[in-house]
């Protein structure tokens, strides 16, 4: 007899490729393969009844060092599945550049595919999320591209992956494994988060329920407020003796009477809004029996931020059906729904870059509490409604008799993004401004697998896997933004006498594939596999549609081929892969040959939309660069090759893996001549390579069952080599976006002057031929900056920057410890990053006053916590600010500082409620609480993409949090 959920089981973990031979499955996954076989061939009862058991249920995690520990999950506040995965597998690092609720955050596994110049490449490097089987579709990069500044995208600007309904995942898998990935294709280029939810039977009726409720408050302690007449004094340092301070400072620093700005401060009591309590409540029940059965699950959760009345909140529903109408056929449907809501931060960076319209920025917000309140009050008729609605799920057929197994099934994926903004005229100097944006994301797939097994003798097997595809994404907007409307009434373009602008516009992509797979297997001695595959897309240019990617892996059991007598060793594993993998292009626009998109046919400061194929003289220069024709596939080339082991009959495990992955054919923006009228070019031949280590150790390191005792521990450590390996056209150098790559340099350093303090006198000012140093032409004098001169001309140019430090961190890792005693549990994890350097770009707007307050840009903003002094060093030298040669520009080593840290991310005490029938567990659990870290900012995690702390992010809080798991 067969059950409902075998078969689904196999479609959960590879969608398209059933065989397996030669991966890291579980032998229970490989058997529920052939389970109509299995079931009889005479085996005991007791083994049919256990096999069920194990078919019934999604594929759970792999058990290695690639998956998550879900009990933590379950117990932690934190609402997104990137904050739950930080420490929790070797070579995945987490940045989490701001501690606002459902904002995006970015994931790195094994390095970076692309240099990080703009939003967009951050977006270009995200390993693809699957939840049961659907890849999670993101926002394209036109909503990073519509608007000058890349601060946020358009819309919401939400981390979709905050709302995934978290208490119902059953595992969570991190795929890095070459072959893996090539079986899913282009979208696991950056590697893939495998998740499976609870599903269906599972031995009777199943009710859960769990909630928690979490205080939280702010991580950086007490806030130091200061006031006009702190920065009077902090600038006053920056002037030569005897000067007029008055003649240069801006005028909310000269009336030493005005009590809104040299009062009493009081700003952050309004601001900060800690400590918080916020919720998390879920149930869901299960029925049926093998033949049909059902899961239904819903959920709340909310999430305060530590400041800004900044919070988000979800509602999730789930079901989940598998039937089996006839013999051998499985039937099974998953439905997922999301409704998430947020509340944004209130800026005045974010605020203008949504506008696109800088009013005056020389004074900035009063820091006294009657000054900021009255600015809050102007914002209580503001409007800021950030919504999302995500649908997502598959209909799945599968039949197996006995070797032959085949499948269909349409997957989907539905998420749509509104905004709705307005300021009034009281807070943007008489006039008023509102924008309305609506999208929708849509991905759709249908796809078929046929598999045949052929078993030989002596334990000889052999299968054979033919899958294919078709997937369609669609990425629609429209985004309206009106000014200067008639009153503050209207609070939508739809009405109010805005001068209005509209765009509209969207990306549909077509992609296909197809594939064979042929897997050996002889015993459990050794596996082998290799794959043939040709993906087709529309993002490139017409010739160029289809790319061949084969892979290939081999596995070879040393303990039992070679080592069966040796006791102490449980398991002993040798494993490699290869694998070609396409990378898709971040917009189709790069396919579509030439193109215009410039600002100078428009109003200052105003991008205007591109257009394909038309006049490209009529429009120069050309903000976005020139597209040539011919573009094709960029690609991957991954290596992967370890041991695995266990030792002392499984109670000590040690995994280490060694790979490389090249990624080839990138396209780049190359200088060129100005006289071609536009600012780059974009050229394929980039290549970069990353090499590394990880390293997973897992032990019991106490075990006495019959005292109740178990200690347990678990570390994972990662090492990553970048390299820029080459360039087009043989370039060696190329300097793009003001950063510089350089072939066998990694491709995160930062550009910059060295800094080596400062002329004391004009006779320590070095000369040649008679001439003091310049910089852009301006001599050096005392009181100017000491920059190294590199090229030896005697002038400080671009030509003496240097490459140095890392965005990204070499060196990343985990290590977490379990105590339990009985019915109680005392758990602690940690995590780390080192090896890197961020750019201290707050301190620059805090010592660059003298541009900074001349200039109408975002760098200019100065926000309610710039009245807050504890994250600037003080220890940097004072530089003659009147002086030309600008002392105190971003681009120098001065505010690079090393940001390497440790986290204790949790401490956890749990216990069992002893109870007949049902299961019933509680807990406390402290997050977040303590960094061990040289960086002078407020939290060395608040560091952007890029590498440039900008002191925008706000502070990841430390919390508390009382919760139940309950199920019967």
């Not at 030439?594 to 991008?607: A, K, L, V």
Request: glycine letters at 8%.
């Amino acid at each position: 007899m067969l059950y409902a959920g075998s078969a689904y089981c196999m479609n959960y973990r590879y969608p398209l490729s059933q065989s397996d031979a030669g991966s890291s499955v579980t032998s229970y996954r490989k058997e529920a393969l052939r389970n109509d076989t299995l079931l009889k061939d005479g085996t005991k009862k007791r083994e049919k009844q256990d096999f069920l058991q194990e078919a019934q249920k999604p594929c759970k995690a792999l058990g290695l060092p690639d998956s998550v520990d879900m009990m933590g999950v379950y117990r932690s506040p934190y609402i997104s599945l990137q904050q739950n995965l930080k420490g929790q597998v070797p070579g995945l690092y987490i940045q989490e550049p701001s501690g606002e609720p459902g904002t995006q955050q970015a994931m790195f596994l094994r390095g970076t595919s692309v240099p990080l110049f703009s939003k967009v490449d951050a977006m270009s490097t995200q390993p693809a999320v699957y939840v049961n089987g659907v890849p999670i579709i993101e926002n394209r990069a036109y909503s990073y591209s519509i608007k000058n500044n890349d601060v946020n995208p358009l819309g919401t600007a939400t981390n979709l992956l905050a709302g995934l309904h978290l208490a119902n995942i059953e595992s969570i898998e991190v795929i890095k494994d070459p072959y893996e990935l090539a079986k899913l294709g282009p979208l696991a280029a950056n590697g893939a988060i495998w998740i499976v939810t609870r599903d269906g039977y599972r031995g009777g009726p199943n009710v859960t329920v769990d909630a928690s409720l979490t205080a939280s408050m702010a991580s950086n302690g007490d806030v130091r407020m200061t006031n006009a007449n702190d920065e009077r004094n902090f600038r006053a340092g920056f002037y030569p003796e005897g000067t007029d301070l008055d003649r240069y400072l801006p005028a909310y620093l000269k009336d030493r009477t005005d009590p809104m700005f040299f009062g009493v401060p009081g700003w952050a009591e309004d601001y900060y809004n800690t400590p918080q309590l916020q919720y998390n409540v879920n149930a869901s029940v299960a029925g049926g029996k093998g033949i049909a059965n059902y899961l239904f699950a819903i959920g709340t959760a909310t999430n305060e931020g530590m400041a800004d009345n900044t919070d988000y909140s979800k509602y999730n529903i789930d079901f989940y059906l598998n039937m089996m109408p006839v013999k051998g056929l499985t039937v099974s449907t998953i439905l997922q729904a999301t409704k998430a809501s947020r509340s944004r931060n209130n800026t005045l960076r974010d605020r203008y870059a949504e506008m696109e319209y800088f009013p005056s920025l020389s004074t900035p917000l009063p820091p006294t509490q009657s000054g900021s309140g009255t600015y809050l009050s102007y914002l209580d008729d503001s409007k800021d409604d950030n919504d999302n609605i995500a649908l997502n799920g598959s209909l799945a057929l599968n039949y197996l008799w006995r070797a032959l197994r085949a499948g269909v099934s349409v997957k989907f994926d539905y998420e749509t993004d509104v905004r709705n903004a307005f300021w009034p005229t009281t807070v943007i100097e008489s006039m008023n401004f509102t924008s309305n944006y609506s999208a929708y994301n849509r991905r759709f797939i249908g796809d078929f697998y046929l598999g045949y097994d052929i078993d030989f003798t002596k334990g000889h097997k052999l299968s054979f896997d033919l899958k294919g595809a078709m997937e369609e994404d669609r990425f629609h907007y429209n985004y309206t933004r009106g000014y200067d409307g008639n009153d503050d009434m209207h609070k939508s373009t739809s009405g109010g006498g805005y001068k209005v602008t509209n765009f509209l516009d969207q990306e549909v992509l077509h992609f296909m594939n197809s594939s064979l797979n042929v897997g050996y297997r002889w015993r459990d001695y050794l596996s082998a596999g290799v794959m043939f595959r040709y993906d087709g897309v529309t993002s490139v240019h017409p010739n160029h549609k289809w790319l061949f990617t084969p892979a290939a892996n081999l596995n070879w059991n040393l303990k039992h081929s070679l080592m069966e007598n040796i006791s102490w060793i449980s398991d002993l594993a040798l494993f490699g892969s290869w694998a070609r993998i396409g990378r898709y292009l971040p917009s189709d626009r790069y396919g579509m040959g030439p193109q215009s998109t410039s600002e100078n046919i428009g109003w200052s400061g105003s991008w205007i939309s591109g257009s394909y194929n038309q006049y490209a003289t009529a429009t120069r220069p050309y903000t976005f660069g020139w597209i040539g024709f011919g573009v094709e596939w960029p690609y991957a080339d991954k290596a992967e090759w370890g041991i695995r082991s266990k030792w002392l009959k499984n109670r000590l495990s040690a995994d280490v893996s060694f790979y490389s992955n090249r990624d080839k054919n990138l396209l780049v923006k190359l200088p060129v001549a100005h006289e071609y009228g536009y600012d780059g070019q974009y050229k394929q031949g980039m290549e970069i390579t990353n090499r590394g280590v990880e390293l997973s150790l897992a032990g019991v390191l106490v075990n006495q069952p019959n005292d109740g005792w178990q200690w347990s521990v678990a570390a994972n450590f990662a090492f990553n080599h970048n390299e820029l390996s080459s360039l087009p056209d043989g370039l060696q150098q190329a300097e793009t976006d003001g950063r510089l790559l350089k072939v066998g340099e990694a491709v995160d350093r930062f550009y910059v002057l060295e800094n080596n303090g400062i002329y004391q006198s004009d006779a320590e000012v070095p000369v040649k031929d008679g001439r003091k140093m310049t910089v852009n032409g301006v001599e050096l004098k005392a009181g100017d900056p000491k920059w190294v001169d590199k090229n030896g001309d005697n002038k400080i140019t671009d030509e003496d920057k240097v490459l140095k430090g890392h965005s990204l961190p070499k060196y990343t890792g985990g290590f977490s410890t379990q105590l339990k005693f009985k019915r109680f549990d005392l758990g602690a994890s940690f995590f780390f990053a080192a090896g890197h350097s961020a750019m201290n770009y707050r301190a620059y707007q805090q010592y660059d006053f003298a541009t900074l307050d001349r200039g109408d840009n975002l760098a200019g903003a100065k926000e309610i916590f710039f009245w807050q002094s504890g994250n600037v060093p003080m220890d940097y030298p004072r530089y003659n600010v009147l002086s030309g040669v600008h002392p105190y520009r971003a681009d120098q080593d001065l505010y690079l500082e090393k940001v390497s840290y440790l986290k204790l991310r949790s401490v956890t005490l749990g216990y069992s409620v002893p109870t007949a029938k049902h299961s019933v567990y509680v807990y406390v659990s402290g997050n977040n609480l303590f960094t061990v870290t040289n960086f002078s900012g407020d939290d060395p995690e608040l560091v952007d993409f890029d590498g440039y702390y900008r002191g925008y992010g706000m502070g990841i809080p430390r919390s508390v949090t009382l919760g139940v798991r309950c199920s019967f």
